[in-house]
């Protein structure tokens, strides 16, 4: 796959890591408990969340006592995530300059890989082969996401808007991605599995999650356009002052697959 020459994923959250921080929803811990069990992690372990952002995943990993490597491109994004800290304690996760085509880990130095809302920002095929060199010989790759869930009337009106924008490479990135996992001859054993997830929002609240995608207009006459919308929204499904945002949370894994080199079989 090839993206757009002006498609700049490393730089399309600029701007917008305090909001993103702050607004973005975590991730079920049924979801963080399934990677654990699946992949065996424990307080010796080490879990590389690639494409961190500012460490929402790492921290909950963190905090479940697993060590976390969080690899991030975007400065402002990985400086953010250097300043926020552990609710529940646990080992502080450490944050490096990296891509997931090229984290600059060593080889077979972690125990699992993880992308967390993030695969869909990377190139499939590279990222997948960095992942399995960087991982040890029984490690497991994982993929998470947070989709909106639209079987939910306030939801489904939320996406609908959305939509509006005419961005829906950008905005609908998962379907089809976590498949590449999967579908790859350097991964086996895959799996896929589903855990509900909301968050519960008042109206600056509902704001702070709009405006912290990617996808949300900057340009000022859109942006109120944008935020009139959303404030409307907000008056038509509000239960005494809060909506709940709800989610559907996909996550795929694949444990590493050993590669046979052709000189073995001769």
């Given at each position: 796959m090839t993206f757009p020459a002006d498609y700049q994923p490393t730089?399309?959250?600029?701007?917008?890591?305090?909001l993103y921080s702050q607004f973005r929803p975590s991730y079920p811990g049924e979801a963080l408990n399934?990677?654990?069990?699946?992949?065996r992690l424990n307080e010796h372990s080490v879990?590389?969340?690639?494409?961190?952002?500012?460490?929402?995943?790492?921290?909950?990993?963190?905090?479940?006592?697993?060590?976390?490597?969080?690899i991030e491109p975007n400065a402002e994004m990985r400086r953010q995530a250097q300043t926020e800290s552990l609710e529940a304690g646990g080992p502080t996760p450490q944050y490096r300059d990296g891509r997931a085509e090229d984290t600059g880990l060593l080889a077979a130095s972690a125990d699992a890989?993880?992308?967390?809302?993030?695969?869909?920002?990377?190139?499939?095929?590279?990222?997948?082969?960095?992942?399995?060199?960087?991982?040890?010989?029984?490690?497991?790759?994982?993929?998470?996401?947070n989709q909106r869930d639209e079987s939910d009337p306030f939801t489904r009106a939320y996406g609908a808007g959305v939509r509006q924008l005419d961005v829906?490479?950008?905005?609908?990135?998962?379907?089809?991605r976590g498949e590449a996992l999967l579908a790859s001859p350097l991964f086996q054993d895959g799996m896929h599995a589903f855990f509900p997830h909301e968050q519960i929002l008042d109206e600056a609240g509902l704001l702070g999650r709009a405006f912290s995608a990617s996808y949300a207009p900057r340009n000022s006459g859109l942006a109120k356009q944008y935020a009139d919308e959303i404030r409307k929204l907000f008056r038509q499904f509000?239960?005494?002052?809060?909506?709940?945002?709800?989610?559907?949370?996909?996550?795929?894994?694949?444990?590493?697959?050993?590669?046979?080199?052709?000189?073995?079989?001769l």
């Open positions: 730089e399309r959250f600029t701007g917008l890591a305090q399934f990677i654990i069990d699946r992949c879990l590389v969340d690639v494409g961190c952002g500012t460490g929402i995943a790492s921290r909950q990993f963190a905090e479940r006592g697993i060590p976390v490597i969080g890989v993880l992308a967390a809302q993030a695969f869909h920002w990377f190139e499939p095929e590279p990222a997948l082969r960095e992942f399995h060199r960087i991982l040890k010989p029984t490690g497991w790759a994982g993929l998470l996401w829906t490479e950008i905005i609908e990135p998962y379907h089809g509000e239960q005494d002052g809060s909506i709940i945002f709800r989610y559907e949370t996909s996550v795929f894994l694949a444990c590493r697959r050993a590669l046979v080199s052709r000189s073995a079989n």
